[in-house]
């Protein structure tokens, strides 16, 4: 039988979140726990009918759930400066992001609309240009930002000569990068907040292994059927093994709205694949400072200009 964990998540009436990949899996319960604690809560979709969808389910289990739903495309620079344009014009503060979107390992290599190789264009490079494009909402606001890594984290490497896969592609070592990618963010986020008295709070997180939909099958990526990896993610899921999506979400609250998260920490499940979340030691590919102010650099210079601190 799956092994039932949870946290406590305090009163966030009055706080405005802002939450990627909702519209399924992990996201779409951490935005219905912050929608029960009082939040409300942006999701930026790719598919409008599916979040408009989840946005429904999520009323039915919250009554009153102040919910809504923006688009996005992270794999489209253009789509993310629409969604920063947009929510720049409402002018809310936002108190909470939660970069928690991502795809992982397609059957062939692919490109983002703007040429990236799409894994590390949509999980790193577009929510380092969201983030940053949305810096003024979330200073305003004295934001927590949580950043999603993945336990593909634990070892490997940045490709600093071919970051797109170009010369040398593999699949695996390119979702690797990109979840190594996100944790450098995550940490150097913290560290000029830090530095240039931004007043926000960058804080990492990793959700262990559960049978999300991440290797299903995804016939928009190419993927006509769920991996075989899915399948036995799902037994050990079943024998407690793994974690469950629902425990999966918890680390990400922790570092999201646990009062004692502080900002450049990791949370992860206690067990690495699964169990209650925990404050976890960072791993060795997140550890280099100097490794997280490249990535930095590297990839304003990527995004272009309008995402420019």
Do not use: C
């Not at 979040?51 to 992270?74: F, H, N, Q, Y």
């Amino acid at each position: 039988m799956p092994r039932t964990y949870d946290i406590t998540i305090p009163d966030l009436r009055g706080t405005y979140a802002v939450v990627t990949g909702a519209s399924d899996g992990i996201g779409r319960v951490i935005a219905t726990r912050l929608a029960r604690a009082g939040a409300e809560v942006v999701l930026p979709v790719r598919s409008q009918a599916k979040g408009e969808k989840v946005a429904a389910r999520i009323r039915e289990e919250v009554p009153r759930a102040l919910i809504s739903t923006r688009a996005l495309d992270l794999s489209s620079l253009e789509s993310v400066a629409s969604l920063v344009d947009t929510l720049s014009t409402e002018g809310r503060p936002i108190d909470l992001l939660i970069n928690n979107a991502g795809v992982m390992t397609p059957p062939s290599r692919q490109l983002t609309k703007d040429g990236f190789e799409v894994q590390w264009g949509t999980n790193h490079l577009g929510h380092f240009a969201l983030t940053l494009g949305l810096l003024p909402l979330l200073r305003e606001g004295g934001a927590r930002v949580t950043h999603q890594t993945s336990i593909a984290a634990r070892s490997g490497s940045i490709g600093w000569e071919d970051l797109d896969g170009e010369k040398d592609y593999d699949v695996m070592k390119s979702y690797v990068q990109s979840k190594i990618a996100v944790a450098l963010f995550a940490r150097e986020l913290d560290a000029r907040s830090r530095r240039e008295r931004w007043g926000i709070t960058s804080n990492l997180s990793h959700p262990g292994v559960s049978p999300t939909n991440l290797l299903a099958a995804q016939p928009g990526m190419g993927r006509t059927r769920e991996t075989g990896g899915r399948r036995v993610i799902r037994l050990l899921s079943r024998l407690g093994v793994a974690g469950t999506v629902d425990s999966a979400a918890l680390p990400a609250l922790m570092a999201a709205t646990d009062p004692a998260a502080a900002g450049d920490e990791f949370y992860g499940p206690k067990r690495t694949v699964g169990g209650p979340p925990a404050r976890q030691k960072l791993w060795a590919p997140m550890v280099d400072m100097e490794d997280a102010r490249r990535l930095w650099v590297e990839s304003e210079r990527l995004v272009g200009a309008r995402f420019a601190v």
